[in-house]
């Protein structure tokens, strides 16, 4: 059973920094995407940033809605994949949740982090 487990979240002044990182425990085949998820106090689920893994290099995606200033590195080695973002503002705040999709010879797979929370403070 695959397992994300999600660090780097807390308490930050605005203005700061944020810097989540992603790791998969477990068995992993061939990992397609890796995409970061908030859900900000009273809202939806929304997409921040995504990977999509090709043969010979990576697609990387990020929302309109969250107003930019994200980057998703990754690690191939690791399978560790990471959010960062400078100059934090209060509406930042939220739960931040690691998704990522894996595919073996006959099935795909879904996997989701239970969450990380983020309060930026003004």
């Known amino acids: 059973q695959v397992q994300l487990v999600e660090s780097g979240g807390g308490l930050v002044q605005a203005g700061g920094s944020l810097r989540l990182s992603c790791v998969p425990s477990?068995?992993?085949?061939?990992?397609?995407?890796m995409n970061w998820y908030r859900q900000p106090p009273g809202k939806q689920r929304e997409v921040v940033a995504g990977?999509?893994?090709?043969?010979?290099?990576?697609?990387?995606r990020y929302a309109d809605s969250v107003k930019g200033g994200f980057t998703i590195p990754r690690d191939n080695a690791k399978d560790a994949v990471y959010l960062h973002k400078n100059s934090l503002k209060t509406e930042d705040t939220a739960v931040y949740y690691c998704?990522?999709?894996?595919?073996?010879?006959?099935?795909?797979?879904?996997?989701w982090g239970k969450g990380t929370q983020v309060t930026v403070s003004s």
């Open positions: 998704n990522i999709n894996d595919v073996d010879s006959d099935y795909g797979y879904e996997y």
């Open positions: 990977i999509t893994i090709g043969t010979t290099s990576d697609s990387t």
């Open positions: 477990g068995s992993i085949f061939n990992i397609r995407a």
